[in-house]
Nanobody
Framework: QVQLVESGGGLVQAGGSLRLSCGAS????????MAWFRQAPGKEREFVAV????????RYADSVKGRFIISRDNAKNTGYLQMNSLEPEDTAVYYC??????????????????WGQGTQVTVSS
């Protein structure tokens, strides 16, 4: 099992920045990818970004490309989502997710085996 804990959410004005962190513990050696998803009120959960845990590849949703950067620190077993030029439309609960086994850059939430509890990001206009 892998446990994931997000942090770094909060309230920010439009145009501002936030950095989310996702700390992993447990059987972290089995992790092959870490992704971020988000869910706004009344909407379905959507893919934001993913990084292969070996750092070989990343993938972003079109809506955040050029504004968000996903990264990871293997030594700390921590993933990050740097969010810049935030817009009110980015307001959502952000979840990190991890995949075990086969390396992937999947954008589908059912691909991922482990999930954090989520952290709220609110962008005011």
């Amino acid at each position: 099992q892998v446990q994931l804990v997000e942090s770094g959410g909060g309230l920010v004005q439009a145009g501002g920045s936030l950095r989310l962190s996702c700390g992993a513990s447990g059987r972290t050696f089995s992790m092959s990818a870490m992704a971020w998803f988000r869910q706004a009120p009344g909407k379905e959960r959507e893919f934001v970004a993913v990084i292969q845990w070996n750092g070989a590849g990343t993938r972003y949703a079109d809506s955040v490309k050029g504004r968000f950067i996903i990264s990871r620190d293997n030594a700390k077993n921590t993933g990050y989502l740097q969010m810049n030029s935030l817009e009110p439309e980015d307001t959502a609960v952000y979840y990190c997710a991890a995949k075990r086994g086969i390396v992937t850059t999947s954008t589908t939430d059912r691909t991922y085996d482990y999930w954090g509890q989520g952290t709220q990001v609110t962008v005011s206009s």
